[in-house]
């Protein structure tokens, strides 16, 4: 009852947002409650370069006790019953992320990933497009972070998820997270574990050959 409650009463909640690997990055964010877990995730990225993908959620009370995990991305964040000044904790899952190390514990790097949020609430069905203009189904290419390589199974945008393009992607290994079925849409068919759909600025497309796996044992 609680959680219905959460949801139709204030539609806003302002929360301080911390990260696992940037200690001293701290920021007030505004979050409506109706965003999904996956759309608060999505914006958070902009503000930390942390990826959708690598980005675990926690939300602690005002008195630093945990609440809960936000582990299901099809949630409304008002489910989780967040209140002002609750803290949301970002961890970054990624060994390669470009926020592991603590090196960008300076955190005017950290700007290049910001936008505003005027800018991302403008976000439409075209975002990104003009990233997949050399990106078609069938192209190898490889994924950043962690240069995963695999083939495009699918260009465009994709209902279930945030709005803009997407780029769907067989890895070559079981680097992904489904069989090209996202939240009960199917965009394309592949291996369990072997997709990924990602956005077109982490994808590379070229000659970018399955790797042999014993390459690295030759001398």
């Given at each position: 009852m609680a959680n219905k409650l959460q949801i139709q009463g204030d539609e806003s909640v302002l929360l301080c947002v911390t990260h696992s690997n940037?200690?001293?990055?701290?920021?007030?964010?505004?979050?409506?409650?109706?965003?999904?877990?996956?759309a608060v995730?999505?914006?958070?990225?902009?503000?930390?370069?942390?990826?959708?993908?690598?980005?675990?959620?926690?939300?602690?009370?005002?008195?630093?006790?945990?609440?809960?995990?936000?582990?299901?991305?099809?949630?409304?964040?008002?489910?989780?019953?967040?209140?002002?000044?609750?803290?949301l904790h970002i961890i970054d899952l990624d060994p390669s992320s470009v926020t592991s190390g603590g090196w960008l514990e300076d955190t005017s790097l950290v700007e290049k990933y910001k936008i505003s949020d005027e800018a991302y609430d403008k976000l439409d069905d075209n975002y990104m497009e003009d990233l997949c203009a050399n990106i078609k189904v069938g192209d190898r290419c490889q994924v950043e972070p962690g240069e995963k390589r695999g083939v495009v199974k699918f260009v465009g945008r994709a209902e279930t998820l945030a709005p803009g393009f997407w780029v769907g992607i067989q890895y070559d290994e079981p680097l992904g997270k489904h069989d090209g079925m996202v939240k009960g849409k199917r965009y394309f068919d592949c291996p369990p574990l072997c997709g990924g759909m990602v956005r077109p600025d982490k994808v590379k497309v070229g000659d970018f050959p399955e790797r042999d796996p014993f390459e690295e044992d030759e001398i």
């Amino acid at each position: 009852m609680a959680n219905k409650l959460q949801i139709q009463g204030d539609e806003s909640v302002l929360l301080c947002v911390t990260h696992s690997n940037i200690k001293s990055f701290s920021a007030d964010v505004r979050f409506s409650l109706q965003m999904t877990v996956e759309a608060v995730k999505e914006k958070l990225w902009r503000k930390c370069g942390t990826s959708v993908d690598s980005m675990c959620l926690e939300l602690y009370d005002d008195t630093g006790a945990k609440v809960s995990d936000l582990s299901d991305n099809t949630r409304p964040l008002g489910f989780y019953s967040p209140q002002d000044g609750f803290r949301l904790h970002i961890i970054d899952l990624d060994p390669s992320s470009v926020t592991s190390g603590g090196w960008l514990e300076d955190t005017s790097l950290v700007e290049k990933y910001k936008i505003s949020d005027e800018a991302y609430d403008k976000l439409d069905d075209n975002y990104m497009e003009d990233l997949c203009a050399n990106i078609k189904v069938g192209d190898r290419c490889q994924v950043e972070p962690g240069e995963k390589r695999g083939v495009v199974k699918f260009v465009g945008r994709a209902e279930t998820l945030a709005p803009g393009f997407w780029v769907g992607i067989q890895y070559d290994e079981p680097l992904g997270k489904h069989d090209g079925m996202v939240k009960g849409k199917r965009y394309f068919d592949c291996p369990p574990l072997c997709g990924g759909m990602v956005r077109p600025d982490k994808v590379k497309v070229g000659d970018f050959p399955e790797r042999d796996p014993f390459e690295e044992d030759e001398i």
